[in-house]
């Protein structure tokens, strides 16, 4: 349930609205807007009869929330969530980043790769320390190794780094070596565990769609994280596995615009994997871009047929500044105000 407070409440008589709220055993979520005030109310809302809220001097309108997800939905939260990454780097309300890097990190190529894709205009590198791989015999990643590389090429760049996390025990690894940005993989989407473990810290999530996973489902992924007091979620559409077999997964474009119609969290799009193939890598990229997408994560390699990883999925250096001399042309013509005649 949702309670518009009037612009005429004072700040007292607002806490003592909320104080009223949770004194009958109910949790907040506060909203302030240059114009509105939501308070979102959490808890067996049918215990609540919105005609004596609505009889409050303060109060303007009351309206039931009936999706499960409440701190993710837009109608709690109605402007765009802003997260801030680090390095000055910042994602929503109009803040569009490009997270590109190697699949995994493999040693020190990676800072030829962080470097050639900072020049292109890549705004935070990524690269996994930790690989979900299918088969146990594949390069595992770098582990703690690993996300050291990853901070110092970060440190010499001034950007922030994204990096998976598989293990709700390494949460403190992560948060004690300074990762900028925990990413929860496909496979982990509906990791309970973990995603409450992240939930615990205020570093930054990028929560990946699971494989078959719905959107709702997705925000409900987003709803434990945020429960347990992180509000910093992105949400990133990666394609889903579908009958065809042309591509690794199919992407789902609506996503994005369905996403952000319904939550106010940044939406990340991956055209790596939802192609898994150079060759289209690109072509999605703009699509998501077109979309509203409040950015990129682009897998970039010095040398693709040498990744230890996804090597089909890699964009050469000189791909990867292709893309984002259109990438940022398509961002123009879509933040763009249009005369009407
Ligand atoms: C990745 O980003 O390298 C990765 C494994 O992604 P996903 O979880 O989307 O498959
Ligand atoms: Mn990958």
Redesign the pocket.
Known sequence: MIALVKQSATDEQLAQFIAWIEDRGFKTHVSKGDHDTVVGIIGDTTQIDPFLLESMSIIERVQRVSEPFKKANRKFHPQDTVIDCGYGVRVGGGHFVVMAGP?AVEGTNLFEIAKMAKRAGATML?G?AY??RTSPYSFQGMGAVGLDLLLEASCQLEMPVVS?IMDPRDVQLFCDKGVHVM?I???NAQNFTLLKEVGKTSTPVLL?RGMSQTLDELLMAAEYVMSEGNPNVML?E?GVRTFETRTRNTFDVNAIPVLKHLSHLPVIA?PS?ATGYTRYVRPAAYAATAAGADGL?I?VHDCPSKSYS?AAQALTGEQFADAMTRIRLIRRAVTATLEEE
Do not use: N
Request: with cysteine.
């Open positions: 699949c990524r996994g690989k979900p998976e990413q993989g496909a496979r990946k990133c990666r991956d994997h994560e897998e996804d």
